[in-house]
């Protein structure tokens, strides 16, 4: 028994240096936004697979990272740290890459943001994303050669729309093979959704000629004209992950589609005088499930043992920075997902659904 509660003891502490390390000066306030903590954790928790909660308002323990580099594959952007994922979402994305491949998608598959080490929320960029089930692919095939570290920093996005025209695709860039490799990303089972721009939703619509039902996994959003968005369903055995409500059958290419082509979801909201302005609330550790305090306490695991997967050799590619540089990198990054140009920005975003 004694050795026991040494056990507990040793166990408690190690929470408790865990927690300290996390919350810096141990000043968090319970009102400090969960993204600020959960965006400065560098590790994954030590623990077994766990997504906590839904896309949008959890947290993930066990999390794997997808190597920077693998044989159809490399991570972008990799001073975000954001290449952390369930090992069922890092080992989809690896098949991904290689029939991605397959298609003629150039040598494989340009991977974006994950998730953090332990999920959460983020400093910039996505409202979703937090519990290791989202990843963003670009719309970009991967090159032959090999990126630096600072080339995956500056690559720039290229948007599948043309700008000069309201929510159309741009044909000079989008190809048969684009929609092959969204469709692709949709034929897994273990997908639940994927997310692109209306305008490449309405395209799809107009000209697939494969599987009509699996269209309509395929969801219309703002945004998402440079990349596109993997969405999986809760893995098999996952108690505390939050299903998503299944998408309407069909193929989706119905009024959920052409509601996006009115003014409605463009429209700036209408503000009457005397109207205060409202201040952002940002969502707190009390508003996540109760077991992500937990997860943010547990003690890391190493980067190399938390490295899913292949066994390929990545060339002489600078790991993610560590500093708090790199923390300001993240806060200062290119809102990726907001559409730009003359795609108006609509003041509230709903929700990926
Ligand atoms: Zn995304």
């Given at each position: 028994m004694a050795g026991l509660f040494r056990h507990l003891g040793s166990m408690a502490l190690a929470a408790l240096v865990g927690s300290s390390l996390v919350f810096g000066d141990a000043?968090?306030?319970?009102?400090?936004?969960?993204?600020q903590i959960f965006g400065k954790v560098q590790l994954p928790s030590n623990a077994a697979a766990s997504p906590i909660g839904f896309y949008a308002k959890g947290c993930m323990a066990g999390a794997v990272a997808i190597p920077t580099d693998g044989p159809t594959w490399q991570a972008m952007r990799l001073s975000r740290n954001?290449?952390?994922?369930?090992?069922?979402?890092i080992a989809l994305l690896e098949r991904f890459s290689k029939d991605a491949a397959g298609l003629g998608w150039g040598s494989g598959i340009l991977i974006g943001?994950?998730?953090?080490?332990?999920?959460?929320?983020?400093?910039?960029?996505h409202s979703s994303h937090q519990i290791g089930l989202d990843a963003d692919i670009w719309f970009t095939p991967m090159?032959?050669?090999?990126?630096?570290?600072q080339a995956r920093e500056d690559f720039p996005f290229t948007s599948m729309l043309d700008k000069s025209k309201f929510l159309t695709v741009n044909p000079q860039r989008w190809t048969p093979t684009h929609a092959k490799v969204v469709m692709q990303a949709a034929s897994y089972p273990q997908v639940e959704r994927v997310f692109?721009?209306?305008?490449?939703?309405?395209?799809?619509?107009?000209?697939?000629?494969?599987?009509?039902?699996l269209l309509g996994k395929v969801?219309?959003?703002?945004?998402?004209?440079?990349?596109?968005?993997?969405?999986?369903?809760?893995?098999?055995?996952?108690?505390?992950?939050?299903?998503?409500?299944?998408?309407?059958?069909?193929?989706?290419?119905?009024?959920?589609?052409?509601?996006?082509?009115?003014?409605?979801?463009?429209?700036k909201p209408v503000k009457k005088p005397g109207d205060k302005p409202v201040k952002p609330r940002f969502a707190?550790?009390?508003?996540?499930?109760?077991?992500?305090?937990?997860?943010?306490?547990?003690?890391?695991?190493?980067?190399?043992?938390?490295?899913?997967?292949?066994?390929?050799?990545?060339?002489?590619?600078?790991?993610?920075?560590?500093?708090?540089a790199a923390i300001q990198q993240v806060i200062n990054a290119g809102t990726?997902?907001?559409?730009?140009?003359?795609?108006p920005i609509p003041l509230s975003r709903p929700s990926l659904q």
């Open positions: 000043t968090a306030a319970d009102d400090t936004p969960a993204k954001r290449r952390w994922g369930n090992p069922a979402m943001d994950i998730s953090q080490p332990r999920g959460g929320p983020m400093l910039s960029g090159p032959a050669q090999r990126l630096s570290s692109v721009n209306p305008a490449i939703k309405k395209k799809l619509c107009d000209t697939w000629t494969g599987e009509r039902s969801r219309p959003i703002y945004g998402h004209d440079e990349h596109f968005h993997i969405r999986m369903h809760c893995p098999p055995g996952a108690a505390g992950c939050k299903a998503q409500a299944p998408v309407a059958s069909g193929d989706g290419c119905d009024k959920s589609l052409s509601w996006w082509f009115t003014k409605e979801p463009w429209a707190t550790l009390s508003d996540l499930p109760k077991a992500c305090a937990a997860v943010l306490a547990a003690p890391a695991a190493s980067e190399q043992s938390a490295t899913f997967g292949t066994a390929y050799v990545a060339p002489q590619v600078q790991p993610a920075q560590s500093s708090d990726s997902d907001l559409p730009d140009g003359t795609i």
